[in-house]
């Protein structure tokens, strides 16, 4: 399976603290399938990684 780099940009609930989180996943997913205890996605690039 490809492996993908998702680049989530992210804020605390409070709007404050954007954070970046890299996540290496074994399949495409799509927004709706990831999530972060109290955090909200507001942004999320799929780049196709090259590494192992």
Partial sequence: MKKYKYLLL???KFGFNI???YTYIEAELT???IFYSEKT???LEKI???GE
């Fill in 10 to 12: 992210s804020k605390d």
């Fill in 19 to 21: 954070q970046f989180f």
């Fill in 31 to 33: 927004a709706k399938n």
């Fill in 41 to 43: 996605i507001i942004n």
């Fill in 48 to 50: 196709e990684w090259q």
